[in-house]
């Protein structure tokens, strides 16, 4: 039977399998519970030089990843026998939909999966448009490249693969599966520097402690929610505040 795969087309394949050789994902890689290669694009290059960027059109700083070799290296990897022909391809871009669990879990019930990591100033705009099928960002920054996001796409779809994550471990009670972010963690010693852990926790009484575990899990969420939900009102208050002031300001101008 096929695991699920994740090829990885990037101009720095040395950097895989990275920190997904450790640990439980490690593990399972190396127990075949899924699956991993990581592809040079730039073996994909057509001229002498191996070239993989040139500069942009209508000008700007930096270079951009030809789109030429990126087609060759999908269209090699899709033609290999492993591959399943429904398997996605995903650009990892700072302007790409914003990975979260959900589309975590998506990837999870597909057969395989394909990442392109972008380096430079980015992509050309026809890979995005005419052969990605998906474009991941994996948060509002700017990395250097791809790699690093790439890293974090395959660690969070491989926990949900199964074999990879013992049952003991189980992804079902992780933060963001349920909705609910997970309640407080806590393991010996019971006092520690003068902190001490929830008496509850140490009762032995499971359905209290299954309800204090509750309540927690809906304290912390409700708290951490809310924190996110202070600072979207703070930033649209800053922006009324802006655009009236440019209101302002022009029409003490007309
Ligand atoms: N100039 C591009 C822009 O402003 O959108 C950013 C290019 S970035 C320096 C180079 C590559 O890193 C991107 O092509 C992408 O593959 C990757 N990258 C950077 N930030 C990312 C993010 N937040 N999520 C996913 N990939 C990212």
Not at 131 to 142: C, H, K
Request: proline share 6%; glycine share 8%.
């Amino acid at each position: 039977m096929s695991v699920w795969t994740a090829t990885v087309l990037t101009l720095f394949p040395e950097m895989f399998p990275g920190p997904l050789g450790h640990s439980l994902a490690g593990r399972a890689l190396a127990a075949g519970h899924w699956n991993f290669s990581a592809i040079d694009i730039r073996e994909f290059a057509t001229d002498a030089h191996r070239t993989v960027d040139d500069a942009p059109f209508g000008g700007g700083p930096g270079m951009v990843m030809k789109p030429d070799p990126l087609f060759e290296s999908v269209e090699h990897v899709r033609k290999s026998a492993a591959l399943d022909e429904t398997a996605p391809v995903v650009l990892l871009t700072p302007q790409g939909r914003r990975f979260n669990q959900r589309i975590a879990e998506e990837f999870s019930e597909l057969a395989d999966i394909v990442l392109i990591c972008g380096r430079y100033e980015g992509v050309d705009e026809r890979v995005g448009q005419h052969l990605a099928t998906d474009e991941i960002s994996i948060g509002d920054y700017v990395l250097g490249g791809g790699e690093l996001a790439a890293m974090v796409v395959i660690d969070a779809v491989a926990r949900l693969v199964p074999g990879v994550v013992g049952s003991a471990e189980s992804p079902a009670n992780d933060s963001h599966t349920t909705g609910l972010l997970q309640h407080p963690l806590y393991t010996r010693p019971p006092d520690f520097r003068g902190m001490d852990v929830p008496e509850v926790l140490l009762s032995g009484h499971h359905a209290e402690i299954a309800r204090w575990q509750r309540r927690e899990a809906l304290r912390r969420t409700l708290e951490r929610h809310e924190a996110e939900a202070q600072r979207a009102r703070d930033a649209m208050a800053e922006a009324k505040a802006t655009s009236s002031g440019t209101r302002c300001s022009m029409s003490s101008v007309s």
